[in-house]
Every structure is written in structure tokens, then in C-alpha cells.
């Protein structure tokens, strides 16, 4: 034996050792903090120096208003380190930095309070990297003048003729007597409600539709939870039906199998995009095929249709809105954009 070798010892360090293992945590879930970032007197911007190791996630809070320009800038160590915008209330990032790089000057479509979230990628994050890090912000511009409402008897739609309620999750979704979260509140609607198409608009906070239906109730809603109405997306509720069912567009879709649908916001859909991919994929076409920017583009959750699975989103420009769907076949795979 060697000198100063004790089999025992050896032993026990071993065991310990692989009880250390075992109890490391993998794929830990992000711990996440929330500064509220506040300008010094008189500034327009500040810089924020700060540091995150492994799973941790910092989550820069700043109020802006419509018509500004906001101006992020991400100067790091570690190049697996990146920030994504969050616009209020969306569930999806306004701005990738795993995609599109760790800097970019955003034109605010809404006012309300944005997260710029710092984070490392989850390789690096695994690895329990540290990312030491610089945070410029800047914004710019005065908040633009809210845009009138629309008449209370207008009726030129612009987008489909008629709605489908989806992703309240069991909620409801309130109808108000205007375009703003201040109005007051006439009824209120469920998952798988129909309604026509009044025409949409761009409030101060989001995008809100006016809409009227069967029964009787007219009001404003948030368009975030509005869906084209495919007659094979949902079962009809039990409301009254609608005295005039309106046909859906005339689309000729290629031929799949079908296959169970997958439950969940983020299921997979065999060797293509996951749900969750399809709405940003989807931005990008539409960019490419509308020549808008994808920050000022919104989608929709990807929802099936039949064999096929849709993603339906919207765009202002003009003073008007412009409507499309992104078509993917069961597996995944990018289809088509119609539009």
C-alpha cells in the first residue's frame, strides 16, 4: 500500500462525493430577480452593471409610452449571455437576443411597463457559467397622442368577418363599452364564443376589435384572445348559433395523416417546429413577405386546424390593420402564409 493511504478514507470520500452528484441540481428552473429601472434627474438613459451566475435571470423593469423609442444595449463576458423584451401582457418576447444580437432600438407600439430579462443560455447555464455584464438603456421621443376612437356604428371590418374566442384558459374575457381597459364592462365572453367583426384599432395599452354577437352584446375586446374562425378549430358552444354562418376562405390545404393532437402550450408535433416555435417562425415570414419589422408584428399561440396547425397574427400600418395566417402541416413544417 501507499504511504499515507487509507483504503477507508478513500472509501468514504467516494460516497460522498457521488452523494454530491446525485444531489446537484440539473436543469434547475431560472432563479429570477426584478429591478425597476429608474433614470437619473434630467437623463434619458443609465447603464446598469451587474452580474449573473448559472440559472439566475434578472428582469429590468421600464415604463414607456407609445410613439417612443427605446434603445438596448448588452456589452458581456460570456457570449452565451443575452436579453429578450417582453411587451405588457404578451406572452411571447417583442425581441430575441439569441436571435438577432445584443443590441436594438425598439419603436413602442403600447404603453405599459416592459421587461428587458438578462440571461444565459441554457448550455452555459448548466455549466453554472457567470456572465459579468453591462445594461444601456435609452429612450427617446415623446409618447404619441392616443388615436380616436372609432365611431360607435362603425362597421367596415378590416381582418376576418368574424371571431373565435381562444386562450382564456378557463377565464372570461371582458366586453367594455370602449377601446380601453377603463371602459366599462357590458358582458363578458368565454373559450369558444363567436362574434362579428366590427373593426379593430390600436388602444394606448393594446390592440382591441369591436364586436357583435348573436345574442345581442356589442362592445370592445382585447384582440390578443381573437382567432379566425375555422369551423374545425372548436365545437360550436352552447349559445345561440349564428343566423348567418359565415363561410371560412376558400383555402385548398395538402394532404396529411392526423395525428392525436399533443396537449400542452409548447407540445411537440414530430420532426418540425414545437407550437411554441411556430408563432416566432411565423413573425419572421410574415416580415419577409409584408417588409414590416418583426417587433411590430404580433401572433397568436399555434392552434390546430384539422391536420394542419394555424398561427394567425396582425400588423399596423397605414392607420389600418392587415391580418394573415401562417399555415404548418401536422409535422411541423412550414406550409404556407396567407395574407
Known sequence: MFAGFHPLRALIAAAALAM?????????????????????RGASGTTITDTIVGNQAVNYRIGVSAGQKMSVNLDVDNASAYFNITAPGASAALYNG???????????????????????MRNAARRNE?????????????????????????ANPTGPSQWVVQGLNGGTLNVRSSASTTGA??????????ADNLGCQAGSDQQWCRIHTSWGLTGWVAARYLHEDFPQAAQRPSRPPPQRPVAPPAVTLPSYPLYPQQVGPAA?????MTTAEMSRYCA?????????????????????????????????????????????DIDGNFSYIQG
Do not use: M
Not at 363578458?188 to 363567436?194: E, N, Q, S, T, W
Not at 411537440?268 to 418540425?272: A, D, F, N, Q
Open 130 to 154: 457567470r456572465a459579468n455584464y453591462s445594461l444601456t438603456l435609452y429612450v427617446e421621443g415623446r409618447a404619441a397622442a392616443a388615436p380616436a376612437p372609432l365611431p360607435s356604428h362603425a
Open 268 to 272: 411537440p408535433v414530430r420532426p418540425g
Open 98 to 120: 439569441s436571435i438577432s444580437g445584443n443590441g436594438t432600438s425598439v419603436d413602442i407600439p403600447s404603453s405599459g411597463t416592459y421587461v428587458i430579462t438578462v440571461y444565459l
Open 20 to 40: 454530491a452528484v446525485i444531489a446537484a441540481p440539473i436543469g434547475a428552473s431560472a432563479q429570477e430577480r426584478s429591478v425597476e429601472v429608474r433614470f437619473p
Open 284 to 328: 419572421g415570414e410574415a416580415s419577409a413577405r409584408f417588409s414590416v419589422r418583426p417587433q411590430d408584428i404580433t401572433t397568436n399561440a399555434a392552434f390546430q386546424s384539422g391536420g394542419n396547425y394555424v398561427v394567425q397574427g396582425w400588423f399596423d400600418r397605414g392607420g389600418s390593420s392587415t391580418f394573415f395566417n401562417c399555415w404548418f
Open 185 to 194: 364592462v357590458v358582458g363578458k365572453l368565454v373559450d369558444g364564443d363567436r
